[in-house]
């Protein structure tokens, strides 16, 4: 059985005009993740999310500066978030799982042998899809991970996965000489040190940090792809191996 972890981004799961919990696109990638379940992936999801959702949900206007906000607002919003999931995974018969992980729970072996362990045997277990946060109540500086697309190489690699599917608002990386998505890409030295020389060619901010994860996930073994999570209609095609996306192969 192939095993695909699916990182959803924060811009994907809230709405750009108040922050909410994007319900429709939710309920997009709750049955496009449903449906390559059901065609026999094993699938992991690393979600974001739950700082925004607490943000929205406590009333809050910007994104808080301070720490002890932040967790709060994770704290919140976390909740909201794994609710959402279930509310719809349940429409497919799938029930959901929730680890919230620290950088702690990687470095330690003991630890790390315990998550792959409980991951292992919800897999065992069938219709059932973890979903997995870092535990952002407790996890600030030394014991972070730090973001989510790293979070889920580290769950990727801890997992020996076969694919890394990272979704994000944008379809791929975007040549600047075709302005047309890159479908593959064998050279990923060539692309960082293109996306660190000249960030504003690419569509995001922060794509630096991105391919930083997925050189991680390359340089272990496991083909990484980004896509674009506002249409999740492409997953399927995606993990056979197709689909619009950008796909980082390894060597
Ligand atoms: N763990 C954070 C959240 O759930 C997101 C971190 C990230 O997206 O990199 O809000």
Not at 63 to 71: E, F, I, L, S
């Amino acid at each position: 059985m192939k095993k695909i972890i699916i990182k959803v981004g924060t811009g994907v799961l809230t709405r750009e005009s108040d922050g909410q919990l994007d319900g429709a696109s939710l309920v997009k990638l709750v049955t496009a993740i449903a449906d390559i379940s059901d065609q026999g992936y094993q699938v992991v999801l690393v979600s974001s999310g739950a700082v925004g959702a607490g943000i929205s949900g406590l009333g809050l206007k910007e994104y808080p500066a301070d720490v002890p906000t932040r967790q709060a607002c994770a704290a919140v919003g976390q909740t909201r978030l794994m609710h959402a999931y279930e509310n719809l995974f349940r429409n497919f018969g799938v029930s959901v799982a929730q680890l919230l992980l620290t950088a702690d729970d990687f470095n330690d072996a003991e630890r790390s042998s315990r998550v792959r362990d409980t991951l292992a045997k919800l897999s065992e277990m069938g219709n059932i899809i973890p979903i997995i946060n870092e535990n952002d109540s407790v996890a600030v500086e030394e014991i972070s991970v730090g973001d989510n697309d790293m979070l889920s190489s580290r769950v990727a690699t801890l997992l020996d996965a076969d694919m890394l599917v990272l979704m994000s608002t944008i379809d791929g990386l975007i040549s600047p000489e075709t302005n047309e998505v890159v479908r593959e890409i064998e050279d990923i030295e060539a692309v960082l040190n293109y996306a660190r020389a000249d960030r504003g060619k690419f569509s995001i901010g922060g794509m630096a940090t991105k391919l930083q994860a997925v050189k991680r996930t390359v340089d272990a073994g496991i083909e990484t792809v980004i896509m674009n999570g506002t249409r999740p209609d492409r997953l399927a095609a995606v993990v056979a191996g197709d689909g619009v996306c950008s796909r980082f192969k390894t060597q």
